[in-house]
T-cell receptor, first 114, second 115 residues
Framework: DGGITQSPKYLFRKEGQNVTLSCEQN?????MYWYRQDPGQGLRLIYY???????QKGDIAEGYSVSREKKESFPLTVTSAQKNPTAFYLC?????????????FGPGTRLLVL | AQSVTQPDIHITVSEGASLELRCNYS??????LFWYVQSPGQGLQLLLK??????LVQGIKGFEAEFKRSQSSFNLRKPSVHWSDAAEYFC?????????????FGKGTLLTVNP
């Protein structure tokens, strides 16, 4: 059963702490994306990757970092530099990262600050 | 820069009534257009998409959308709403030229369905 998995479903961060959100896909997609969703704001792109070992900043990359060491995995780290990290984070993937492709989304991770 | 406007933040309809959710985009070339639906606390599911050809596109769950270039619109419609359609709906636009890999999303329309 192919799809995108994100873990954990809920994540709590303390002040000054880095946290990592997991995203795994078994769709054999080359491209993966991270979005941030805030109430009433739609989705905003944080980072995207078209191939292994390569990624680009999106619209709101400050305070975040990513890696793409494997095709199936695209973890997102929310660093202590991100001053307002409370949000719903969505991972997506598409076949090759071209503009006309459908992006498929995971179930999301909700990050809360303690 | 491309942008998407969903003018209605919240819409309430009665079950069985017809539905139209509005989406306007701002982009100079031919856009790629998508509608996604999100249930509370869940990811996004694709309802339908338009790339080219017939301007009336059919999607899942009985939804359809019509691309109107002259109005820069891509409105989503359903003839008879079911209670299970209550969710948030997002319109998105992707560029049609160059190497651009991102979608721009509208801020969403929350749909409430009354019994």
């Amino acid at each position: 059963d192919g799809g995108i998995t994100q873990s954990p479903k809920y994540l709590f961060r303390k002040e000054g702490q880095n946290v990592t959100l997991s995203c795994e896909q078994n769709l054999n997609h080359d491209a993966m994306y991270w979005y941030r969703q805030d109430p009433g704001q739609g989705l905003r792109l944080i980072y995207y990757s078209q191939i292994v070992n390569d990624f680009q900043k999106g619209d709101i990359a400050e305070g975040y970092s990513v890696s793409r060491e494997k095709k199936e995995s695209f973890p997102l780290t929310v660093t202590s530099a991100q001053k307002n990290p409370t949000a719903f984070y969505l991972c997506a993937s598409s076949i090759g990262g071209r503009k006309q492709e459908t992006q498929y989304f995971g179930p999301g991770t909700r990050l809360l600050v303690l | 820069a491309q942008s998407v406007t969903q003018p209605d933040i919240h819409i309430t309809v009665s079950e069985g009534a017809s539905l139209e959710l509005r989406c306007n985009y701002s982009y100079g070339a031919t856009p790629y257009l998508f509608w996604y639906v999100q249930s509370p606390g869940q990811g996004l599911q694709l309802l339908l998409k338009y790339f080219s050809g017939d301007t009336l596109v059919q999607g899942i769950k009985g939804f359809e959308a019509e691309f109107k270039r002259s109005q820069s619109s891509f409105n989503l419609r359903k003839p008879s709403v079911h209670w299970s359609d209550a969710a948030e709906y997002f319109c998105a636009v992707g560029k049609s030229g160059g190497s651009n890999y991102k979608l721009t999303f509208g801020k969403g329309t929350l749909l409430t369905v009354n019994p």
